[in-house]
C-alpha cells in the first residue's frame, strides 16, 4: 500500500464521496414520499390504487436495481424518454427503496393498537384527523428503526449505480484500479468512504432497535 | 426497416444463451446458499454460547459483511485474493465464495434470533433429562425454533437471487451479461431492443423472487396465527 | 316519550355467519343510569360498541336524539361527539400530554375556542384531582389516573350520553374507587350513562335500570332496585349470587 497515492486521491474520492451522499441522499428523500403514499393508500384501502401500488411493490421488492436501473437507463430512452445517468440511479434508488420504505411505514401503522384508533374514533375524529393526531405519529415512531435500516440498505446500493458510469465512490475506485492498477489503495479509499456513511449509520442503527425494543412510549 | 423490437429475444440462439446465463447465476446462487446455510447454522449456534470472545469475533464478521455494500465484498475478493494472497480462482468460484460467506452472516443472525427466543425454561428441562449441551441445540433449540427461521431464510433466498445481478460487474456470463452481449451485437436491428431484452431479464428475476416472497409471507402469516390461537 | 335519548329497536349482529346480538331491545332515559350486567362472553362490550359505531350491526335500528341509524349508517362521525366513550384497556394517545389529550377532541373536531376548552378541562381535571398532571405524559400516570383522564377526555366534549366499557376492569383494586367515584359523581349530575361493569356493589348503588344479557339476549330488564333485591328470572339469581358482593 503507498500512501502518498492514496493522499493524492483524496480531492478525487472526496468529489465522489459527495455524489455518493447526493445521490443517496434525494434517492432516500424519494423512496421516503413514495413509501409514505403507498403506505397509506393501503392503510387506508383506497380502491383501485391500492392494487396498483400493491403491484409495484412486488415489482419493486422481487427485481434487483441492477436490472431496474438497465431498464431506466437503456430502455426508457427508446421509449422517448432521455434520462441522464445520475437521473436514472436516483430514480432507480426511488423504485427500489419505495418499496422497502412502505413496508417499514406499514409495520409501524399496523404496530398502532387498536384501542387507539377506537378511542379516536370514539371522540368523533374524522379519518383524517385520526391519521394526523393519533395514528401517523404513533406509527411513524414505531417505524424509525425499520427506516434507519432502509436507509443503511439503499445507500449500499448506490455501490450499483457504476454500472451506469456515475462517478460515484464505487466508480471511481474502478476506475483507479482501471487506469492506473492501484488495486490496493483504490480498494483502500473506497471501503473508508463508505465506512464513514456507513458506521455512524449503523451505529445509530442498533441504539434506535434497542431504544425500540425497550419501548419508548409504554402505555 | 428495423425489426419488431421482440423478436431480438429469439433470433438465432439468443434464448438459449439468456437461459444459459441465468443457469450461472443459478449455480452460483445454489452452491452459495447451501453453504452458507451450513456455515451459518453453525456460526448462528456459536453465537449463542456464552464465549465473549467468540461472540465478538462473529458479530464483527456479521458486521463487516452486513455493512460491506456488495458489490464492494465483491471487488475486495476479486482484486484483493489473487494480488495479494496469490489465490487464483475463476470469477464464479469466486462469486460463490463471496454470496456464501455473505449468506453465512446473514444467516446467523437469523439462527441466532431463532434459538434465542426459545424459552429458557426448555433448556432447563432439557438440562433436567441430561442432555448435553449438543444435543441440546440438536434435540431441543433448533427443531424448535426453526419455524421461526424459515420465512427470513426465504427472504434471504431471495436477496441472494437479486444478488446474481451483481456478477455482470466482475465480468460473469450470467444472464444481464449475456443481455448486454446480445443488445450490442442485434441492437441496430431492433427497435427497442434494450427494452426487451432487460424486460425479459427483469421479468425472469420477477419469476424467481416473487413466489418466494409469496411463501415467506404465507408462513409469516400462519405463525402469527398460531402464535395467537 | 320526549325522554328517551337512546332507543334500540331489534338489533342484530353477526360476526360472519353467527349471530351475537340477537333482538336487542331497550330504552335511555335522558339524565338516567343504565347498567348493563352479565357473564363474560354475553355480548355487553359487542352491544356498547355497536351504539357508537365501533361495531356494525346488522339488523334493526338505533334512535339517538333525532338520528334514525340503520344498518350501514356511515356518518358516525359527527355523531360520536354527542357520544362519550371510555374504554377497559387504557386509550390515552401515548404521544400526547395529558392536556393535549383532552383537547384534541374540543380544538379539532368541535373547532372550539382554545381558551374556552382550556378552562373547561382545567376545571374537569381540577374535579378529577388531577390538575398537577395537565403537562405529564400518559406513561407517567398510573392505571387508575389515567382512566380519570380518558373520562375527562370524554366529557370535555359536552356529550349528551356516556359510555363505559369496564372501565376498571384492568385496574389493581386500590385504584378502582377512585375511578368509580367519578362516575358516581357524574350520575349526581344526571348525566345520561350505560356503564358495562363487575363491579356490583358499584351497579346496585348507581343503576336506574339493569339489562341483563347473556348469550346476546336481553334476559331481564328491570329498574336497578328490582333486579338486586328480586331478580326475575332464574338465570339472573344464579348470576347474583355468583357474583360475590
Known amino acids: 500500500m503507498n500512501w502518498s497515492i492514496v493522499q493524492q486521491g483524496i480531492p478525487t474520492y472526496e468529489k465522489a464521496f459527495m455524489i455518493t451522499l447526493k445521490l443517496s441522499f434525494w434517492g432516500i428523500l424519494g423512496a421516503i414520499i413514495v413509501g409514505l403514499i403507498v403506505s397509506f393508500v393501503r392503510y387506508f384501502k383506497v380502491p383501485v390504487l391500492q392494487r396498483i401500488l400493491g403491484a409495484y411493490v412486488e415489482l419493486s421488492r422481487n427485481t434487483p ?28 434508488l426511488i423504485f427500489l427503496g419505495g418499496s422497502y420504505m412502505a413496508a417499514a411505514f406499514a409495520g409501524g401503522l399496523e404496530g398502532v393498537p387498536k384501542i387507539q384508533v377506537e378511542s379516536g374514533r370514539a371522540i368523533g375524529l374524522t379519518d383524517w384527523q385520526l391519521a394526523q393526531y393519533v395514528v401517523l405519529p404513533q406509527g411513524l415512531s414505531l417505524s424509525i428503526p425499520a427506516i434507519a435500516a432502509n436507509v443503511i440498505f439503499l445507500i449500499k446500493e448506490t455501490s450499483i449505480f457504476t454500472v451506469v458510469a456515475i462517478p460515484e465512490l464505487t466508480n471511481t475506485a ?16 473506497l471501503v473508508v468512504g463508505y465506512a464513514i456513511i456507513l458506521i455512524p449509520l449503523s451505529i445509530l442503527l442498533t441504539w434506535l432497535e434497542r431504544r425500540a425494543r425497550r419501548g419508548s412510549f409504554g402505555n | 426497416m428495423a425489426h419488431s423490437g421482440i423478436n431480438i429475444l429469439f433470433e438465432g440462439r439468443n434464448m438459449v444463451r439468456l437461459l444459459g446465463g441465468l443457469w450461472i447465476s443459478a449455480k452460483i446462487a445454489i452452491v452459495a446458499i447451501v453453504v452458507g446455510l451450513i456455515l451459518g447454522l453453525i456460526l448462528g449456534a456459536l453465537r449463542t454460547l456464552h464465549n465473549p470472545i467468540l461472540r465478538v469475533i462473529l458479530r464483527l464478521y456479521l458486521e463487516f459483511f452486513r455493512v460491506i455494500p456488495t458489490v464492494v465484498l465483491l471487488f ?123 424486460g425479459f431479464i427483469f421479468i425472469l428475476y420477477f419469476i424467481l423472487c416473487y413466489p418466494l416472497s409469496l411463501w415467506a409471507r404465507h408462513l409469516e402469516r400462519k405463525e402469527v396465527v398460531t402464535a395467537n390461537g | 316519550m320526549a325522554n328517551e335519548l337512546l332507543t334500540v329497536t331489534h338489533l342484530v349482529k353477526n360476526y360472519g355467519k353467527k349471530e351475537v346480538l340477537h333482538d336487542i331491545n331497550f330504552t335511555v332515559e335522558k339524565g338516567s343510569v343504565t347498567v348493563l350486567l352479565g357473564p363474560s362472553g354475553s355480548g355487553k362490550s359487542t352491544l356498547i360498541r355497536c351504539l357508537n359505531g365501533l361495531e356494525e350491526f346488522h339488523g334493526g335500528q338505533i334512535n339517538f336524539e333525532d338520528q334514525t341509524i340503520t344498518p350501514g349508517f356511515k356518518k358516525w362521525q359527527p355523531l360520536r ?38 378552562a373547561q378541562a382545567r376545571q374537569l381535571l381540577k374535579e378529577v384531582q388531577l390538575s398537577e398532571y395537565e403537562n405529564a405524559y400518559p406513561r407517567q400516570l398510573s392505571g387508575g389516573q389515567k382512566q380519570r383522564i380518558a373520562i375527562v377526555r370524554a366529557l370535555t366534549l359536552n ?62 330488564e328491570s329498574s336497578g332496585h328490582q333486579f338486586f333485591e328480586q331478580p326475575q328470572t332464574q338465570r339472573a339469581q344464579d348470576f347474583l349470587s355468583s357474583m360475590d358482593f
Do not use: C
Not at chain 2, 484483493?80 to 449468506?103: C, D, H, K, R, T
Not at chain 2, 426448555?122 to 449441551?133: E, H, M, Y
Not at chain 2, 466482475?170 to 450490442?184: C, K, L
Not at chain 3, 366513550?85 to 373536531?109: A, C, E, H, W
Open chain 1, 65 to 92: 436495481l441492477l436490472i431496474q436501473l438497465f431498464f431506466i437507463y437503456y430502455a426508457f430512452p427508446e421509449l422517448g424518454f432521455k434520462i441522464s445517468a445520475e437521473a436514472s440511479g436516483v430514480s432507480g
Open chain 1, 174 to 189: 474502478l476506475d483507479q484500479i482501471g487506469m492506473l492498477y492501484d488495486t490496493n489503495e483504490a480498494l483502500f479509499s
Open chain 2, 76 to 198: 475486495l475478493f476479486y482484486y484483493i485474493l489473487p494480488q495479494n494472497f496469490n489465490i487464483n480462482m475463476g470469477a464464479e468460484s469466486m462469486a460463490m465464495l463471496v454470496f456464501a460467506l455473505w449468506f453465512a452472516a446473514e444467516m446467523s443472525d437469523i439462527v441466532r434470533g431463532g434459538i434465542i427466543s426459545v424459552s429458557p425454561h426448555q433448556v432447563d428441562a432439557g438440562k433436567a433429562i441430561g442432555l448435553n449441551r449438543l444435543q441440546l441445540y440438536y434435540y431441543v433449540l433448533i427443531p424448535q425454533s426453526i419455524q421461526l427461521m424459515i420465512p427470513a431464510t426465504i427472504n434471504l433466498v431471495s436477496r441472494i437471487i437479486k444478488t446474481t445481478s451483481l456478477l455482470l460487474l466482475i465480468s460473469v456470463m450470467d444472464v444481464i451479461n449475456i443481455g448486454q452481449q446480445i443488445i450490442e451485437a442485434n441492437g441496430q436491428r431492433y427497435e427497442n431492443g434494450a427494452f426487451w431484452v432487460y
Open chain 3, 81 to 118: 361527539q354527542h357520544i362519550g366513550m371510555v374504554f377497559q384497556s387504557y386509550d390515552l394517545f401515548p404521544n400526547r400530554t395529558v392536556i393535549d389529550n383532552i383537547l384534541l377532541g374540543p380544538l379539532k373536531v368541535q373547532k372550539r375556542d382554545k381558551n374556552e376548552a382550556l
Open chain 3, 159 to 220: 356529550p349528551d350520553f356516556m359510555l363505559f366499557d369496564e372501565v376498571t376492569a384492568s385496574l389493581d383494586p386500590e385504584m378502582v374507587r377512585g375511578v368509580l367515584e367519578v362516575i358516581e359523581g357524574l350520575a349526581a349530575r344526571k348525566m345520561t350513562m350505560l356503564v358495562v361493569t363487575h363491579e356490583m356493589n358499584f351497579a346496585k348503588q348507581i343503576a336506574d335500570k339493569v339489562l341483563f344479557l347473556e348469550n346476546g339476549k336481553i334476559v331481564e
